[in-house]
């Protein structure tokens, strides 16, 4: 029997993770690890404490299917707080082992085959995995880096337009949006949104970043709070990034009921429910977030700004990131063939990891200009690996 006959065919064209693959090049050639999205310390003690004392408490049994209703209430408190409109913690929110299952429990418990699906381009490479699952047919849409003068990746109306079609069943939103740290405008929302109304297409949006914005001039806009967007949008979203708590995966789905169904459809029989002491930690992180978003967001604007500066010395053209963890630059100054090359190089000789994007598009020229760097980290570390950058000379 060979490896490849034992992968499902709906999974061969993925391959390995690219995520788990550079985090294990870094660690075997002792690199710096800027690909996989994660911080390199802890996140706050209130959420720990809160987890570890549900432990003790005995808080060992599944929890309920839909979330720990104290939970629950908090991520349903936390929309409320935040102004974008009174929800039911019970009809409303799906608590899910990290965003990664709410947007799998999503597309497989919403799409059937033969639905198309749209995405942008460059996507996180769960949606395309998530629509292979469901047998949904993607469709592209490119976001396309900015030109000169231009602050950030943009999105071409006309294409978007052309995307939709009698088949389309839903579209799948991503702000502030990973790889490029763009965060999607009102006007964008709102054209995304027209066309939405206009096909009947339901939103799916992923909002994992929506703490981690560094622009004033650049709210967050959940698409479910525009006009007559809530019956169609399911917002997906964590606490992973806000708190740093990657690994503890606790996500949820708000959604109105009839849309809640088809996410709980899938999730009941994915994971069926979500650890029970983290969701405790969970709902005390986010009952009491202080203010740990705002130093997150003052260090990793800092380390954007430090990293960006040593990219462009090193003759990078670095693309404007306002958001996430990420930012994505042109390394095609440098004259490396293509974005594996490149990587490859930064990792063995530079001691730099970093992710190559071409796993991020369909169309996967475009990805091969270009290099995702995580900012996410220590400063100590953004120094030792900003020092190690100036080893950097374009490709003999
Ligand atoms: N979201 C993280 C990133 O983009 C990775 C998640 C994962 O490893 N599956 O780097």
Aim: hydrophobic share 45%; with cysteine.
């Amino acid at each position: 029997m060979s490896r490849e006959a034992c992968i499902a065919e709906r999974f061969r064209p993925f391959g390995a993770s690219i995520f788990a693959e550079m985090t294990r090049l870094a660690n075997q050639h002792k690199a710096v690890n800027l690909s996989q999205g994660f911080p390199d310390f802890d996140g706050p003690d209130g959420a720990k404490q809160a987890a570890i004392a549900a432990i003790h408490a005995g808080h060992a049994q599944y929890a309920r299917m839909i979330g720990v209703p104290d939970l629950n209430r908090a991520i349903a408190d936390s929309w409320a707080a935040r102004g974008y409109g009174t929800i039911d913690p019970e009809a409303n929110v799906t608590v899910t082992s990290g965003c990664s299952e709410a947007i799998i429990n999503t597309l497989v418990g919403i799409l059937n085959p033969g639905d198309e699906v749209i995405f942008f381009e460059p996507y996180f490479d769960f949606y395309t995995a998530g629509a292979a699952m469901a047998g949904a047919t993607p469709k592209f849409v490119a976001l396309h880096p900015p030109r000169k003068g231009e602050s950030a990746f943009w999105l071409d109306p006309n294409e978007l337009r052309a995307a939709f079609t009698p088949r389309t069943r839903a579209i799948l939103v991503n702000t502030p949006h990973n790889p490029t740290g763009k965060v999607f405008t009102r006007e964008e929302l709102e054209m995304i949104a027209g066309l939405c109304r206009e096909h009947d297409v339901i939103a799916i949006t992923d909002e994992v970043y929506e703490h981690l914005i560094y622009e004033k001039s650049l709210p967050h806009i959940p698409m479910a709070t525009l006009p007559e967007m809530w019956d169609r949008t399911i917002t997906l979203s964590s606490m992973g990034k806000t708190f740093s708590l990657t690994g503890w995966k606790v996500g949820w789905a708000i959604a109105p009921p009839h849309l809640s169904a088809g996410v709980r459809a899938a999730h009941q029989f994915m994971t069926f429910s979500t650890a029970t002491p983290l969701q405790y930690g969970a709902a005390a992180a986010i009952r009491e977030p202080g203010d740990y978003s705002v130093r997150l967001r003052e260090l990793f604007a800092s380390n954007r700004d430090r990293l960006s500066a040593a990219l462009r010395d090193c003759g990078l053209i670095v693309h404007p990131s306002h958001s996430t963890y990420f930012l994505m630059a042109d390394h095609s100054p440098l004259g490396f063939a293509d974005d594996r090359a490149f990587v490859t190089h930064l990792i063995e000789k530079i001691g730099v990891a970093a992710i190559p994007p071409t796993g991020f598009y369909n169309r996967k020229e475009l990805g091969k200009p270009l290099v995702r760097f995580a900012f996410c980290k220590k400063a100590e570390t953004m120094d030792e690996a900003i020092k190690r950058l100036r080893a950097l000379r374009p490709a003999m």
